[in-house]
């Protein structure tokens, strides 16, 4: 991800979106520069006290905020952008169309990470693929959402 | 929804879950004893302060949960129960297997009703047709859920 | 559907759409007007010999053909089109995006109907859910899908 | 996948099943044995003839297919069989209880391939990403399916 991008990323989805920040998410990068989310384990975001497990919802949540990152990224690194305000108009037009996820293991674990891989990037429309994994790289969700990106 | 059951749906879904309590969920009947659940617009949970519209994961977290307890109430009412134990065990086995979330319109309003219609009650699994409207009746999404419910 | 519209449905959908003739699908109408599609049970579409029951594959094929139909009568309701070639060509834009099938019980019966009912209605995509019923109404399937439409 | 495994899967999905021989797909098995399937572009699948592309359900059909061949795969894998007969029952507990199909490029191609991955391999509930390609591995759909087991 491009620098300036990256910090667009930061400043909307994880400093100006409130329930963004409800979430605690971490926007960073692997060394490929490829974004990921960063989660801690935290009271207020459990479905089940006893299994000490994540809510699906909040599966839910993280997999489409990566999805949404992973779909503008993919639009604004095939243009060439110059200035902050045009990034951020891609943002603007940037929305969820559908999302499917699958819970395939119990979101237990001390802090989680979550990735995505375009599929498909168009001008209109974006398909990503993401994964939520635990602190042991258990696979805990898998998502596919479709983003409106232009 | 049976007295007994919707004690247990109350007592599991609002109030011992920490992110329902995070999301401020609210469940509810309607005349003919179907569960709803009720949503106030609130600030943590916004995705977008310029267009004051929920974040896509707030929906598909209400839309989840109502999927739940829809599943869950389709397979105790085919069954005789009595206790409260009973039924709290039938709880313990439920989970949402994977689920698809239409984002249809912004998430606008005062507050928002999400309802849900069983399209099958399995002996393993249940699948759950779901709707979220705000105080307007604005359809704002609809999802599918496949849910464990033995 | 307004009778212009109908006669390119069954143009497009039913005579010109080779794999629509491979399964045999008809394009009707209900007394309101809103088009389904009828498809009787034949040898070559079963998926399970034993069981007699329709293959998985043309429960989906049948479903995101209705939500095509939906969608793009859905679109062109809301325009005034005196001409045909102006129809065909908002055919031609028509895509399905992505589409979730819900198996519900076995495909099981003399003849199938599929309906459709659509849930967005926008200038580039729209959202349509769907149902595949046999003869005793017995729901076998259920669908969403998102169409390009613009 | 076993010798004997494959034997099952090549009767059960490539012979046996009216549907497959309709659409004429291919079970074929890679270096590392993992199932695919081939399937050769035909008149009588094309959705388009203008385009000269795969009909959308010919795509979610014979992903559906690869789907199901991973997902008993790896429920029969874990498993120590001897007997035919003991594989072939498990054959007969499988099915499809939802799919998601992304629609990505236009299916067009003289031959086409589909692979899938196991995410999740229970003993009731597995669920597999497929993808299906053309012959110069263009990326023409992807796909998601929950399957029962067991």
Redesign the interface.
């Known amino acids: 991800m491009d620098a300036k991008v990256y910090e667009c990323v930061k400043e909307v989805f994880e400093t ?8 605690g998410i971490k926007v960073l990068q692997d060394e490929s520069l490829n974004p990921y989310l960063r989660l801690e384990r935290q ?7 006893i299994q000490d497990i994540l ?4 599966i ?3 997999l ?2 990566i999805g949404a990152i992973v779909a503008v990224d993919g639009v604004i690194s095939r243009m060439k952008y110059e200035q902050k305000a045009e990034i951020m108009k891609k943002f603007e037009k940037l ?11 119990p979101g237990r674990g001390t802090y989680f990470i979550a990735t995505g891989e375009a ?2 990037t168009g001008n ?2 974006s ?1 990503v ?1 993401t994964k939520l994994k635990n602190e042991e790289n258990t ?1 805990i969700a ?1 998502g ?1 959402g ?1 983003y ?1 990106v232009g």
């Open positions: 100006n979106t409130p329930f963004s920040r409800n979430l009271d207020h975001l459990i479905g089940n006290y809510h699906g919802g909040v839910s949540s993280i489409d905020i929305g969820t169309i559908d999302m499917r996820v699958d819970y395939l293991r599929m498909r209109k429309v398909v693929r696979l898998a596919t479709t409106m």
